[in-house]
């Protein structure tokens, strides 16, 4: 049984807020700092050892207005194809560094009810798993599959593959369901994204920090609370 290794971050942040007239999601205001950083501080505080970002819209404005101290920011210039086009840069970024992390959890930037908490459920999931390197974990929301997803390193360049326009990782997930282990987070987070001015309301401030409450269920860090068991399609 392999459980140990290190979990990256990797953080989806390059959209451009077509249907948001334009706006980027990264620099979207949250708490009065731009909702990137507290994407990061989620998969940060969830357990992710190092975070990578996939930067796109705006990019240079990103990096100047938002604090990513500490994080590999990557490049997407085809950001406009989609979140395929960012899960593989992200991917290959991931698998170019000099020692490559056993597995990612990817988050979106656009979910800011998703709590530190969720991603330590899925990490934990990871780790309990016969071999995380080839792990494949989703936070599942009564049900139905959301993020944060892991996948062990083994399976990120079928992931890539797969990954097209605004599919992301779907079609990888829906191949594979039967080796999908899938965590119950809809008693501490809720995974509204953000896509259209009707939807701004996701960014009212909730309680606590990253791990903090969300708009379904209580508050606590990634260590509070009893998660659900790990049930296996």
Same mark, same amino acid.
């Given at each position: ?45 969830? $357990? %992710?050892?190092? +975070?990578?970002?996939?930067?796109? *819209? ?6 100047? @207005? #938002?604090? =990513? !101290? $500490? %994080?590999?920011? +990557?490049?997407?210039?085809?950001? *406009? ?6 899960? @593989? #840069?992200? =991917? !290959?970024?991931?698998?170019? +560094?000099?020692?490559?992390?056993? *597995? ?69 997930l829906r191949e594979h369901i039967e080796q999908t282990v ?52």
């Amino acid at each position: 049984m392999n459980s140990h290794g290190e979990v990256a971050g990797l953080l989806l942040a390059a959209g451009g807020g077509r249907r948001l007239g334009g706006r980027p999601k990264a620099l979207l205001a949250y708490r009065g700092r731009p909702l990137v950083e507290h994407a990061v501080a989620v998969l940060r505080e969830g $357990g %992710c050892d190092q +975070v990578h970002v996939v930067l796109g *819209a705006a990019a240079d404005e990103v990096r100047a @207005r #938002a604090d =990513l !101290a $500490g %994080c590999v920011l +990557v490049d997407n210039p085809h950001w *406009a194809d989609g979140m395929g086009s960012s899960l @593989r #840069a992200g =991917l !290959a970024s991931l698998a170019a +560094v000099p020692v490559v992390p056993t *597995a990612a959890v990817i988050g979106l930037v656009d979910q800011p009810r998703v709590p530190a908490a969720a991603v330590a459920r899925v990490i934990a999931a990871g780790r309990a798993a016969d071999d995380l390197p080839s792990a494949l974990v989703s936070a599942v929301y009564e049900g139905q599959r959301g993020h944060p997803v892991l996948f062990g390193a083994s399976r990120w360049a079928g992931v890539a593959c797969s990954a097209g326009g605004d599919r992301g990782a779907r079609t990888y997930l829906r191949e594979h369901i039967e080796q999908t282990v899938l965590v119950e987070c809809a008693d501490i987070g809720d995974p509204a994204d953000i896509d259209t001015p009707d939807d701004l309301h996701v960014l009212d401030q909730q309680e606590g920090g990253p791990e903090g409450g969300s708009g379904r269920g209580a508050g606590g860090g990634p260590e509070s609370g009893a998660a659900p068991r790990a049930t296996k399609r």
